[in-house]
Structure formats: C-alpha cells, structure tokens
C-alpha cells in the first residue's frame, strides 16, 4: 500500500474538480475519486477490484491510523 501515493491522488483530483466538488467532505471527494477510477475498467474488472479493496480494507484497517478525520 502507498499512502502518500494515495493521499497525492486524492489532492489532485480534488484540484481537478468543479467548485462544488471542492467544497465536499474529504470523504465524499474519495468516493467520487474511487468511482471514477473504477468506472476506467470493463465491469468485470471493475468488481475484482472491488472486492479485492473490501478484502485488503478489512485486512489492514486495525493497524492504520486515519488520515483524515470522520465524515459528518
């Protein structure tokens, strides 16, 4: 995993993005980024990829110290 990588894409995404979007929690803007990411893939590769970030997420969520803070 790369956090600094991901946190990296999130910032230029976000610059990327309408005023609207700008002004979103952080949470929302990485929904958004994930979508779009996911929507550059053929649908079956698309939920591969899902699935193996809920997996990865699970594995790793209890040794990892948020970046940002709670979405309201």
């Known amino acids: 995993m790369n956090a600094p990588g991901a946190r990296a894409a999130l910032a ?11 002004e979103e929690p952080e949470a929302w803007q990485a929904s958004d980024l994930v979508t779009d990411v996911l929507l550059l893939f053929a649908p079956e590769d698309a939920e591969q990829i899902l699935h193996r970030a809920e997996r990865d997420y699970a594995a790793e969520q209890t040794d990892v110290t948020p970046a940002y803070r709670a979405a309201d």
């Open 12 to 22: 230029t995404y976000v610059g990327t993005c309408g005023p609207a979007e700008a």
